[in-house]
């Protein structure tokens, strides 16, 4: 079984100001890793995807995740907060050796906020 | 591109009657799609894996019988809610997996509130 804990549901950070979201999976396999953003009342688009190639992995809009094994963990950081970054964002985490099947289970959300 | 489109975006109806959703992938050919639902503010709960030409997978605890899937194309997948009652009001979102990618590209999303 797998699973995803984000912590933190609310984030507020000042424009310009360093981002963190944090993701703490569980997987009793190696997994695959991903970040969405999910703007209100739409769908969800992918930010960045790890999937056991680098462990540091660049995605859109300027945020980056690095996978760390020891932790567990694969947080979402932006070097400097854009308005334009407020929104929901979901971490998930999926089966690699389940592949043409593979069902992503997702974590709460952060709700990310930009303060002007 | 990987675009994926839904029909409609948001739709009210009557409690007791049945309401189709589809879910098309514009530019690739998917032979799996996925149907999750959301429940404001909260996350995304997979209700069932749709594969072209064969039957759904559902998950445990969702009616299969209430929540019809049929994938009959490369291209499209239907979600159909059968009668219909207040509490299936949700935000139901589709994806398909574009075929050799690990990758699910999601649509935008049907708001369904049922009267």
């Known amino acids: 079984a797998q699973s995803v804990t984000q912590l933190g549901s609310h984030v507020s950070v000042s424009e310009g100001a360093l981002v963190l979201l944090r993701c703490n999976y569980s997987s009793s396999v190696p997994p695959y890793l991903f970040w969405y953003v999910q703007y209100p009342n739409q769908g969800l688009q992918l930010l960045l995807k790890y999937t056991s190639a680098a462990t540091l992995v660049k995605g859109i809009n300027g945020f980056e995740a690095e996978f760390k094994k020891s932790e567990t963990s694969f947080h979402l950081t932006k070097p400097s907060a854009h308005m334009s970054d407020a929104a929901e964002y979901f971490c998930a985490v999926s089966d690699p050796s389940n592949f043409g099947n593979e069902k992503l289970t997702f974590g709460t959300g952060t709700r990310l906020t930009i303060i002007p | 591109g990987a675009v994926v489109s839904q029909h409609p975006s948001w739709v009210i109806c009557k409690s007791g009657t049945s309401v189709k959703i589809e879910c098309r992938s514009l530019d690739f050919q998917a032979t799996t799609m996925f149907w999750y639902r959301q429940f404001p503010k909260q996350s995304l709960m997979l209700m069932a894996t749709s594969n072209e030409g064969s039957k759904a997978t559902y998950e445990q605890g969702v009616e299969k019988d209430k929540f019809l899937i049929n994938h009959a194309s490369l291209t499209l997948s239907t979600l159909t809610v059968t009668s219909a009652h207040p509490e299936d009001s949700s935000f139901y979102i589709c994806?398909?997996?574009?075929?050799?990618?690990?990758?699910?590209?999601f649509g935008p999303g049907t708001r369904l509130t049922v009267t």
């Open positions: 994806s398909a997996r574009k075929n050799v990618v690990y990758e699910q590209y």
